[in-house]
């Protein structure tokens, strides 16, 4: 059965850092798309960034320029870097992946979340 963990969230001051990391694991075939989501409270899921299996990125607009999003595929991980982050930035952030199983089935799955906060 696959599974997402991810970790690295946590408490940081406006302008500061965090890098966010998610691995699969389980009987994997084949990661397609690598992504981050992010939902504050009140708010639906956004997109924040994705990542295809060429390396090829794309970023919601308002993290372009702060955040990088880069996959390690021998390890099955994908890290989100957040550089100069904001108090808007603060939100659960989830990791999901497309990718298929030895049954060689695409399926979405997601982590559990972690919580990034951004204050002073």
């Known amino acids: 059965q696959v599974q997402l963990v991810e970790s690295g969230g946590g408490l940081v001051q406006p302008g500061g850092s965090l890098r966010l990391s998610c691995a699969a694991s389980?009987?994997?075939?084949?990661?397609?798309?690598m992504g981050w989501y992010r939902q504050a409270p009140g708010k639906q899921r956004e997109l924040v960034a994705v990542?295809?299996?060429?390396?090829?990125?794309n970023y919601a607009d308002s993290v372009k320029g702060r955040f990088t999003i880069s996959r390690d595929n021998a390890k099955n991980t994908v890290h989100l870097q957040m550089n100069n982050l904001k108090p808007e930035d603060t939100a659960v952030y989830y990791c999901?992946?497309?990718?298929?199983?030895?049954?060689?089935?695409?399926?979405?799955?997601w982590g559990q979340g972690t919580q990034v906060t951004v204050s002073s």
């Open positions: 990542i295809g299996s060429g390396g090829s990125a």
């Open positions: 999901n992946q497309f990718l298929a199983d030895n049954s060689r089935t695409y399926r979405n799955y």
């Open positions: 389980g009987t994997i075939f084949r990661i397609a798309t």
